[in-house]
C-alpha cells in the first residue's frame, strides 16, 4: 500500500513548481496581456477534456504562455526548440513541464515522450511552423509530424491563432477552435499522401482562426 501513496507524492511533487508559476503569474499576466479568447463556434467553447494536441502559429517566443492563458484551466506540456531548450534557461523550461526536440530529426525518444502524455491525458502544445516566423504575418507552411503524433495517440487535434500584439497598446487576442479528430478522417492505415492533407487542412483551419482573428470573417 506504500508504493501508491509514494507515487502520488512524487506526482504532486512534479507538477508543485509548474502550479506555483501559474497561479503566482495569473493576475499580473492578466493585467499586463488583457487577453481577449474568442472561440470559432460555440463547440470551441467547451473545456477540453482528456488528451490533446494544441497547435499555433509562431509570432514570439511568449506564445506559449499566450496559449496557456486561453486554456488556463489545464497544464500544458510545450513542445520545445531543442537550440532553445539546451540554453541556461533548462531548469526552468524543464520545470514547466517543457519537451525538447530537434525539429530537422525528431527522436524516437521524443516521439514516445509526446505520445506518453497524450495518452495519459495530458495536454501538449507545439508550433507546427517549427520557428518563430519573419514577422511579415504570414505563417510557414505546416510541418506534419503533429499529425503522426495525434493518429498514433487517438487524440484530437485543437488549432489556435495567436494574434501578434504590443503589450500596453493593444489587447493580446487569441482565436480558439473546434478540435478536429483526424482519426475519423482517414482511420487507422492512413497513406503519406492522407497525411499531408490533413497537414493541410489544418494550415488552412489556422488561416480561417486568423481571419477571425483580425474581424475579417464572422463566426
Keep these: 500500500m506504500k508504493e501508491p501513496k509514494n507515487k502520488a507524492k512524487l506526482f504532486s511533487l512534479k507538477y508543485l513548481f509548474v502550479d506555483f508559476v501559474r497561479i503566482t503569474g495569473a493576475l499580473p499576466t492578466y493585467i499586463w496581456y488583457r487577453p481577449q479568447i474568442v472561440y470559432e463556434n460555440r463547440a470551441a467553447r467547451q473545456r477540453i477534456r482528456g488528451g490533446a494536441l494544441l497547435i499555433s502559429n509562431h509570432n514570439c517566443f511568449f506564445d506559449p504562455i499566450y496559449i496557456m492563458i486561453a486554456l488556463w484551466y489545464r497544464r500544458h506540456h510545450i513542445v520545445c526548440n531543442q537550440e532553445f531548450y539546451n540554453t541556461k534557461a533548462r531548469w526552468f523550461l524543464e520545470h514547466v513541464l517543457c519537451i525538447p526536440i530537434d525539429i530537422d530529426n525528431i527522436g524516437f525518444n521524443t516521439m514516445k515522450e509526446i505520445n506518453d502524455h497524450l495518452t495519459a491525458g495530458e ?34 487535434i485543437v488549432p489556435i491563432y495567436v494574434k501578434e500584439h504590443k503589450p500596453r497598446s493593444s489587447r493580446l487576442k487569441v482565436v480558439v477552435g473546434e478540435a478536429i479528430d483526424v482519426n475519423q478522417l482517414f482511420g487507422s492505415r492512413p497513406t503519406m499522401t492522407d497525411i499531408e492533407n490533413v497537414t493541410e487542412k489544418l494550415f488552412q483551419k489556422e488561416n480561417e482562426l486568423k481571419e477571425i482573428a483580425f474581424g475579417r470573417r464572422s463566426r
Design 123 to 156: 495536454l501538449v502544445s507545439m508550433f507546427p511552423e517549427g520557428h518563430v516566423n519573419d514577422g511579415s504575418g504570414e505563417m510557414r507552411s505546416f510541418k506534419s509530424g503533429m499529425v503522426l503524433m495525434a493518429m498514433r495517440a487517438k487524440v484530437p
